[in-house]
């Protein structure tokens, strides 16, 4: 019986069969990602036709200007399951991973710290409205703790997950985690595209009803600063020039090379051109200056992770501020890794070594840092065959055990 991991974020679905990760002829594990499927609901504002999941970019008809977005998260928690239930049974479509529920092992994550109610509504989803032969329901933190713990071999870990809706630092010590610890910051991947939607749209062209560009803008150009006061006064050298898609002669815009040809030159100026320079590193600087965007946390990511840290015992710090590890798809920032590891080195006693690390795939490959969890899910499955039992619930067993039995099962692997 195959074993699906599903990690439900609120921005996209990382999604893959377990078995799909075999060996080569050294008997090392091969490198394979998760299949990526946004976790959204659109509408087009032209033809105000309505997308499920990975049909807005093939289903659109090149309409991608305007899209409207329902997801069915809000403030990072599961709370629309219509919208859930049309996007799962996408994925779950032939069309996409022709999954067998009944013949089907499911992993699937939630959100830390998440409320009973939406826990028991999705294991009657998983098990009543699918059902799924069995089920793990744990949070994408730990199983990113558990990939960062195979990798280093530490019994102390501090996930940093920067995620769609906000960035957590959730502490781990030996496999369970330190829940007074757990911080949160209100600043995270929808929250940087906006602030740069209200910044271009203020300077340059109004793009206030571009998400969808926006995005693809933030997550091409922008980057995070080393030093920010450098960078500011000598914004020139960053400056970058981004080709706007007309949706008409192409769908996805792109970086203007400054060795184009000619014959390139000529026809971008038929096209509209998004000037950028300050904006690629002063939008990103909001994951350590929250107030930026209004947001009055006591300090941003940086400081986070140290009063996470502060918050666990005394002999675990030194072993945690050595094994930080950054995951989530905002993680992906060129240069955010070795900011907070300077921010957070800077807070830490001169004594202390402070390494933040993206957690890897194996055989040191650097992963990346969105797919961490569905790994940790797949590195799960393959325990879980070895030694079965333990996180997994069967179908007979939920309804044996009720509802909220269940929910007291899966919390003890959180």
């Known amino acids: 019986m195959r074993t699906l991991v ?36 659109t509408r087009t504002k032209r033809t105000r036709r309505v997308c499920v999941a990975d049909l807005a970019e093939t289903g659109a008809g090149g309409d991608l200007s305007g899209l409207y977005y329902r997801s069915p998260f809000e403030r990072g928690y599961l709370v629309r399951w219509d919208a859930e239930l049309a996007i799962w049974d996408r994925v779950l479509s032939d069309a996409v991973l022709g999954c067998t529920p009944g013949e089907t092992h499911l992993t699937v994550t939630e959100p830390v710290l998440n409320f009973a109610q939406i826990q028991r509504n999705m294991d009657e989803v998983v098990f009543e409205e699918y059902g799924f032969a069995s089920a793990v329901r744990t ?67 109004d793009m206030t009803d571009e998400t969808y560009i926006m995005n693809a803008v933030k997550e091409q150009t922008c980057f995070v600063s080393r030093d920010f006061a450098r960078d500011q006064e000598d914004a020139a050298a960053v400056r970058v020039e981004y080709v706007l898609p007309d949706f008409v002669n192409s769908t996805r815009g792109y970086v203007r090379s400054d060795s184009a040809s000619m014959a390139d030159r000529q026809q971008i100026q038929n096209q509209q051109v998004l000037p950028l320079a300050r904006e690629r590193f002063a939008v990103p600087e909001a994951l350590f200056h929250p107030s930026d965007v209004a947001i009055d946390d006591a300090g941003g990511i940086h400081c986070a992770v140290v009063q996470a ?77 070895s030694a079965p039992g333990g996180w997994r619930v069967s179908r007979q067993e939920y309804h044996e055990l009720g509802p909220d039995r269940t929910v007291a099962h899966f919390a003890r692997f959180s």
């Not at 900011?339 to 795939?361: F, I, K, Y």
């Open 139 to 205: 949070p994408a933190t730990r199983l990113a703790a558990e990939v960062a713990a195979a990798n280093g071999g530490a019994e102390c870990v501090v996930v940093v997950d920067v995620g769609h809706a906000a960035t957590r630092v959730v502490p781990y010590w030996r496999g369970r985690q330190a829940v007074e610890a757990i911080r949160r910051v209100d600043v995270g991947g929808r929250m940087l595209t906006n602030y740069l939607k209200e910044t271009v749209s203020f300077r340059y062209w």
């Open 6 to 41: 599903l990690d439900n974020g609120s921005y996209s679905i990382k999604c893959g069969y377990a078995e799909d990760i075999g060996t080569d002829s050294d008997g090392q594990k091969q490198k394979v990602l998760p299949l990526v499927i946004p976790n959204t609901v």
């Open 309 to 385: 840290i502060g918050a666990c015992p005394p002999e675990t710090r030194g072993v945690m501020l050595a094994n930080i590890a950054l995951v989530g798809g905002s993680a992906r920032l060129p240069g955010l890794r070795e900011r907070l590891q300077a921010e957070v080195q800077a807070m830490s006693p001169d004594t202390a070594r402070v390494s933040v690390t993206v957690p890897g795939g194996g055989n040191g490959d650097v992963d990346d840092p969105a797919a961490c969890a569905w790994r940790g899910g797949c590195l799960l499955a393959e325990q879980q065959k």
